[in-house]
């Protein structure tokens, strides 16, 4: 078996689609190729049944100094050149256990789970850059299988590989694998206040401590404390992490 058919789970082993579910496809990368010319984010598309990539956007961020084509060409072989072989272990295990989890959930909501974890690229200067990726199903078979799905990289908010998290649309608890002690756990969707929200808003424009003080009439050191409550809730040390730890969990 070739290294690039590890990432294919025998749980969602997709033979053939029948003339009904092509349909459902028919243009649909045309709405994909918009979505990446209106963002900075990498985006790509797994064809399960033919095991490679249908689609590479043009965002070197993924790249690792290939074209988007190249890229395309190379399938899963490019994460055996481009990941540091630690990472290349974790996601195979990610696959694993995703397919797993994914397999106990009724088919008629498969589509409305996305799974996000993080893991390291080198990049062309040889240069380690940690990156966080999103994947939600596009097209189901009619057995429920994946048959194409997609795939959202941006520049991760953590600082080491995993943060294995799974995430059902519109549901207020989120699954974190725990790679200790190999199981999920059930945690809350984390909440912000009206104000902490008004106050990562503020930051994301480039205002400082004072200049949002003014701008909602509070003193510097209320914004000081609602600023320290939101980094405990977020287990971040500054604005920074703050605003792309929300952004990147859609928490604003």
């Not at 961020?61 to 899963?76: D, I, N, P, R």
């Not at 596009?138 to 299988?145: D, I, R």
């Not at 400082?208 to 971040?236: A, M, Q």
């Amino acid at each position: 078996m070739s290294k690039t058919n590890s990432f294919f789970s025998f749980n969602n082993t997709v033979h053939k689609v029948s003339d009904e579910e092509v349909n459902q496809s028919s243009n649909f990368l045309e709405a994909i190729k918009a979505f990446a010319r209106t963002t900075y984010k990498s985006i790509y598309v797994i064809d399960y049944k033919n095991k490679g990539f249908e689609y590479v956007s043009e965002n070197p961020l993924f790249l690792c100094g290939h074209s988007a084509e190249e890229v395309k060409e190379m399938g899963y072989e490019f994460y055996f050149k481009n990941v540091p072989e630690e990472d290349v272990a974790l996601l195979l295990k990610i696959n694993t256990i995703g397919f797993d989890f994914y397999e106990k959930i009724p088919i008629s909501d498969r589509k409305e789970y996305t799974i996000s974890y993080d893991f390291r690229l080198k990049t062309a200067e040889k240069k380690s850059i940690l990156i966080n990726q999103k994947f939600t199903p596009l097209f189901l078979t009619e057995e429920g299988k994946i048959w194409k799905a997609l795939c959202i990289v941006s520049l991760s908010p953590e600082q080491e590989s995993g943060n294995i998290k799974i995430h059902k649309n519109n549901d207020t608890n989120i699954f974190e694998y725990d790679l200790e002690h190999n199981v999920w756990r059930t945690k809350e969707v984390i909440k912000l206040s009206d104000r902490e929200k008004e106050i990562l808003q503020y930051s994301i424009k480039g205002y400082t401590i004072n200049e949002i003080s003014k701008k909602i009439h509070v003193t510097s050191d209320t914004i000081k404390f609602h600023r320290k409550n939101l980094f405990d809730k977020l287990e971040v040390s500054n604005i920074t992490e703050a605003i792309a730890y929300a952004i990147s969990n859609k928490i604003i």
